[in-house]
């Protein structure tokens, strides 16, 4: 469940499945036409990525996790997910489980060129890591990335000093200045053919 607050201090509480996005994730939804994601697939999000990418811009939040102290940061992206996949295969947060009760937040924070190169790097490595025995060891000796931020919990709170654009599960929403995200656990039932599992 995300709670929205604009600007002029209008809420709405909206529900989604996958992922919520701010920053690039939030660009890509709102500036790539559907007939181009229909059409194109995932080469439909190479030009929003390339722009935002080269201009970099960060931007300050204040956030919390659970109710914990406030924390500041500026990231160029924030992501929140239960699902840790994106489209093309590509894995974002390693740790996302459907099933956890849990949410998972990546923050992107790269300093430049050579922070983005770093984060491109430990995200392919990740989806290798999943096929190969010899990637995965690799990744757990390597260092945490300053880059990659991540963070999880039953809620995320958020405040934003401007407005940023939204976007949940691939729909923009336009642009807020509070966010807050809750994990409602056991709500969603999956049916499959051997049975039907609650997430």
């Known amino acids: 469940m995300a709670e929205l607050q604009d600007e002029d201090g209008n809420r709405r509480e909206l529900t989604f499945v996958v992922m919520a996005g701010i920053g690039l994730d939030a660009a890509m939804a709102d500036s790539t036409s559907s007939i181009a994601k229909k059409h194109l697939g995932w080469f439909a999000y190479v030009a929003p990525i390339a722009r935002s990418v080269i201009l970099n811009r960060l931007f300050h939040l204040d956030y919390r996790i ?37 949410l998972d937040v990546v923050m992107m924070r790269p300093a430049g060129r050579i922070g983005w190169a770093r984060i491109g790097t430990r995200l392919t490595l990740q989806g290798l890591a999943r096929r190969s025995s010899l990637t995965r060891s690799l990744l757990q000796q390597a260092p945490e990335l300053h880059s990659l931020a991540y963070v999880q ?7 934003f000093n401007i407005p940023h654009l939204i976007e949940l599960d691939g729909d923009s929403f336009g642009h807020i200045t509070r966010l807050r995200v809750t994990v409602c656990a056991g709500v969603l039932r999956v049916r499959t053919p051997s049975g039907s599992t609650a997430v």
């Open 153 to 159: 919990g039953r809620r995320f709170d958020a405040h």
């Open 66 to 102: 659970d109710g914990g102290r406030v924390r500041s940061t500026r990231a160029h992206t924030v992501i929140v997910g239960n699902c840790g996949t994106l489209t093309g295969n590509m894995l974002l947060i390693p740790a996302a489980t459907v099933d956890d009760g849990l």
